[in-house]
């Protein structure tokens, strides 16, 4: 059942992305990140008090870091979903994976400190080979569909991904102390809302648009549910080899930006970017195995 959970978690995030692509012909990004804030605000409000979860915490610094990260991220992926094709769009978000085995490798490397007693640690080649391979896939991802103007959209599309990575980590840590899923997401949800109505200050405001306007609700409610399905899929996970099934179905996402870019907004991505993104799947599916080997109690990527 928890992998059922998953697939859905990956579908509405991907109906998501048609939403806010569908919005941003009418709202710029920072409005955006507003009205998903203050949607999904409301709606995991009324889940930590069905659930009975206080909204107070321990650990403000925590949570401030986790949104700071958090809301960089999803603006940049908000502003990328209205620049490129949805395929290309999503695929930029879900390299998080290898940016996170990226960090791991790094990290054991930079704290290292040389000497007769502590010989350098190894260097992980299989999980370098996935950083690599997973980023010679975003490079030919890049090449034929990132031209001209879209080759900014590219750099910040790279960079949501590394923020991404960010904010899960932060999320690990949270969740190592004990801080429920709901009271997590509610404030990164609270500072969506601020964050995305003080950039508005900068951005101006769009002209209301009318009935396009509705896409606004679904854009927030499906990000919420999204969540909450993610949540449930690792919850029900009996064991790590379960919870390793789960983060490697997330990149269904992928499949059903795919089918959506394709019916929808009639996207043809040419072959050379297909096979870009089945190595960014593969690379981030074996870097996520590694990982999980390297750690076996280690929790998976959570968006």
Same mark, same amino acid.
């Given at each position: 059942m928890?992998?059922?959970?998953m697939v859905?978690?990956?579908?509405l995030?991907?109906s998501m992305?048609v939403?806010v692509?569908?919005?941003s012909?009418?709202?710029?990004?920072a409005?955006?990140?507003?009205?998903?804030?203050?949607i999904s605000?409301?709606?995991l409000?009324l889940?930590a008090?069905r *659930?009975?979860?206080a909204?107070g915490t321990?650990?403000?610094?925590m949570h401030?870091?986790?949104?700071?990260?958090?809301?960089?991220s999803l603006g940049?992926?908000?502003?990328?979903l209205?620049?490129?094709?949805l395929p290309t769009?999503?695929?930029?978000n879900?390299?998080s994976?290898?940016?996170?085995?990226?960090f791991?490798?790094?990290?054991?490397?930079?704290a290292w400190r040389?000497?007769?007693?502590?010989?350098?640690?190894?260097? *992980?080649?299989?999980?370098v +080979?996935?950083v690599?391979?997973?980023?010679?896939?975003?490079?030919?991802m890049?090449?034929p569909s990132?031209?001209g103007?879209q080759?900014?959209a590219?750099v910040v599309?790279m960079f949501s991904?590394?923020?991404?990575?960010?904010?899960y980590?932060?999320v690990?840590? +949270?969740?190592?102390?004990?801080e429920?899923?709901?009271?997590?997401?509610?404030?990164?949800?609270t500072a969506c809302a601020?964050?995305g109505?003080a950039a508005l200050?900068?951005t101006?405001?769009?002209?209301?648009?009318?009935?396009?306007a509705?896409?606004?609700?679904?854009l927030g409610?499906?990000?919420?549910?999204?969540q909450?399905?993610?949540?449930?899929?690792y919850?029900r996970?009996?064991s790590?080899?379960g919870?390793?099934?789960?983060?490697?179905?997330?990149?269904t996402?992928l499949?059903?930006?795919?089918?959506y870019g394709v019916?929808?907004?009639g996207?043809?991505?040419?072959?050379?970017a297909?096979?870009g993104?089945?190595l960014?799947?593969?690379?981030?599916?074996?870097?996520?195995?590694l990982?999980?080997?390297g750690?076996p109690?280690?929790?998976?990527?959570?968006?």
């Amino acid at each position: 059942m928890q992998a059922l959970w998953m697939v859905l978690a990956a579908f509405l995030f991907a109906s998501m992305g048609v939403c806010v692509k569908l919005a941003s012909a009418h709202f710029n990004a920072a409005e955006l990140v507003f009205y998903r804030g203050l949607i999904s605000m409301a709606v995991l409000w009324l889940l930590a008090r069905r *659930q009975g979860v206080a909204l107070g915490t321990h650990y403000p610094g925590m949570h401030a870091w986790r949104s700071l990260v958090g809301v960089t991220s999803l603006g940049c992926w908000f502003y990328v979903l209205g620049q490129l094709p949805l395929p290309t769009a999503m695929t930029f978000n879900y390299t998080s994976s290898l940016w996170i085995a990226a960090f791991l490798v790094g990290g054991t490397l930079l704290a290292w400190r040389p000497s007769g007693d502590a010989p350098r640690p190894p260097l *992980q080649v299989p999980l370098v +080979l996935c950083v690599l391979v997973g980023f010679g896939g975003i490079l030919m991802m890049m090449r034929p569909s990132l031209e001209g103007s879209q080759g900014f959209a590219g750099v910040v599309g790279m960079f949501s991904g590394m923020a991404t990575a960010l904010a899960y980590m932060q999320v690990v840590a +949270l969740s190592r102390l004990g801080e429920p899923e709901a009271r997590t997401v509610f404030y990164f949800a609270t500072a969506c809302a601020v964050a995305g109505g003080a950039a508005l200050f900068v951005t101006g405001i769009s002209p209301w648009p009318g009935w396009p306007a509705l896409w606004l609700l679904p854009l927030g409610l499906l990000a919420a549910g999204g969540q909450l399905c993610m949540t449930l899929a690792y919850a029900r996970s009996p064991s790590a080899r379960g919870t390793l099934v789960v983060a490697n179905l997330q990149y269904t996402g992928l499949i059903f930006a795919a089918i959506y870019g394709v019916l929808v907004f009639g996207d043809r991505p040419p072959l050379i970017a297909w096979v870009g993104m089945l190595l960014i799947i593969a690379s981030g599916i074996a870097a996520t195995v590694l990982r999980a080997r390297g750690t076996p109690d280690a929790p998976v990527d959570e968006r």
